[in-house]
């Protein structure tokens, strides 16, 4: 029998008989003691969260249309009725364990790790009056309930994290070390690399530790130990580890017994160039000269504001440049002041007479321009080996092209200028003979390391490959890839030697080619992908942990100085893998 006055919670309810009622949606049948709807309404709320939601709407429409307030409705029954519709708010709060609210936690502890925020961010007036509007239903904590979702958010994410792990058979990692005096604290950092079955490159920061003991390559070590074992990673599938020149590093990996570890090779052209550099008098007073200048603007806006429109007269459509100070810790640095410094050359001639600032002389120009010249190729080798899709199988032809280009310049030796720039192309060239060997091994046929032309199994030490290659498909003759009961070992051992053949006949891809999608596209190699994942699973530099610390001094400005080191590390963690799981966690 239905109901004798229709309420809006008959929309999701069917009266079965006179003391039950049949829910519309889950179709089970439930009591309805006394005749009344509570119950009804209980189970909507629990079980039915969204149409729960539209009910306290339609209620809420219903309500407000019966409240119609005109200049003449007494004040004792405006405030009856504002009574009411307070009440009617209140009934819309969510409670902590609603979907809704919960979502909204998530996104918030998102946002304060994301945007670098404090926690203290969710207690300002101008955020608490946004949610206010936005989600009234929603109740907004304090910082110590998202300090501690935040510990939640982590372990959510940590949890994804191994899943992702399970997948790499062997891994590479960078790591680096970070330190911020004004808080008083130092991180180092584990990222790890690998090529998933599918052959995408994946980097995931997996640690980042807070680091209060000092900074010696015995406790580095023992570090990094902790940190492996906290992920459960094996010794077995490391395949190597990227570091900076520090000595520091370099003993932690000493103490590393079975650890292979490799140069950080940006690290390297980094010191070679700079070295190169400050060997050359000339460079050294240049350098030092046109950083004058740089200071003159930069320590006056006056100076740049005049400096601006003496480039718009000469040029009303480009857009001002500002002058580029060197910066003694980045070579590249020198080489973008050299660039600008080109472009403003005559900008800054017009600006230097009227303001009795020194000018460079045409033969310091000439220097500075085939400076650039030289240095052109290092800044592209460096974007390109910092990228986040490089491989250390770029190494060897990178450094090959480097070393043909500064011997193929043909620089006249016609006065004192070209001849400290020779003595520059020289030194670099001297400089990175040692960077050939980077990714663990020299190439034997660098005459045609850039060609298209097939490779010989002589280049390559293919018996070394195939020792390899055997011991990966040892460790994974359990699986369903390679019972031994059907394929027996010598079988396995010569399709590795025709498939690795066959390999070595190939040609070489482009430098600009990506090799995971040459891998992607030859499944006729299928025995040597493993041994294809390993390789490539190694970055050519540790930026990818320094670009981490980039964003450490968001976390650390004066505002948040005081957040231990522990609660900042995870933030880092979320900041940097959040967006690399596309937030499904």
Known sequence: MAPGK???????????????????????????????????????KAVHAEEFELLIRAETELQASK??????????????????????????????????????????????????????????????????????????????????????????????????????????????????PAANVSILSLTCHGITANFNRLSIILKCEEFDERHTGDVIASKFESMLNEW????????????????????????????????????????????????????????????????H??????????????QLRLNPDQVPLTVIKDCSTRWNSTF?????????????????????????????????????????????????LSSSDSSISSVIPIIYMLKKGIEDLNLPVEDNVNTEIIKLALCLLNQNRSSSISSGKKPKNT?????????????????????????????????????????????????????????????????NENPLDWWKSKAKFDKLTELARMYLSAPPASVPSEQLFSAAGLIYEPLKNRLMGDKAAKLLFLKYNLPLLKFDY
């Open 6 to 44: 229709k309420s809006e919670i008959w929309r999701y309810f069917t009266p079965f008989d006179k003391n039950r009622a049949k829910c519309n949606i889950c179709e089970k049948v439930y009591s309805r003691a006394g005749r009344t709807t509570s119950g009804l309404r209980t189970h909507l």
């Open 67 to 180: 409240m119609i307030i005109s200049p003449e409705t007494p004040l004792k029954e405006v405030k009856k009725q504002l009574s009411i519709e307070e009440s009617i708010m209140k009934k819309k709060q969510w409670d902590a364990k609603h979907p809704l609210s919960q979502q909204i936690d998530y996104r918030i502890s998102e946002m304060i790790a994301l945007d670098s925020l404090p926690f203290n961010f969710v207690e300002n007036v101008g955020f608490r009056r946004l949610m206010q509007l936005v989600a009234p239903q929603y109740t907004l904590k304090g910082r110590n309930f998202f300090t501690e979702h935040s510990q939640e958010l982590y372990a959510k994410v940590a949890n994804k994290v191994k899943f992702i792990l399970s997948d790499l058979k062997f891994m590479s990692f960078t790591t680096d070390i970070w330190s911020e």
């Open 232 to 295: 459960n990673i094996l010794k077995e599938q490391v395949h190597c580890m990227v570091r900076d020149e520090g000595s520091n590093m370099k003993r932690a990996f000493v103490n590393l017994a079975g650890f292979k570890d490799i140069d950080c090779t940006v690290h390297k052209l980094q010191t070679n160039i700079k070295t190169a550099l400050n060997s050359q008098e000339y460079l050294v007073a240049l350098t030092q000269k046109c950083n004058k200048i740089a200071g």
């Open 297 to 310: 603007f930069n320590h006056s806006t006056i100076a740049q504001d005049q400096l601006s429109k003496v």
């Open 336 to 384: 973008y002041m050299f660039q600008r410094f080109l472009k403003l050359k005559d900008a800054l001639a017009i600006y230097g007479n009227s303001n009795n600032v020194p000018n460079l002389s045409s033969d310091e120009y000439k220097a500075i321009e085939n400076c650039v010249l030289i240095l052109k190729p290092f800044e592209e080798a460096t974007r390109n």
């Open 447 to 511: 005459k045609s390391i850039d060609d298209n032309e097939p490779s010989t199994s002589a280049d390559y030490p293919t018996k070394s490959l195939i020792t390899n290659l055997a011991r990966i498909l040892d460790s994974s003759s359990d699986g369903d890839n390679y019972d031994d009961e059907t394929e027996p070992e010598d079988t396995i051992l010569c399709q590795i030697k025709s498939q690795l053949k066959s390999y070595l006949k190939e040609k070489r891809i482009s430098l």
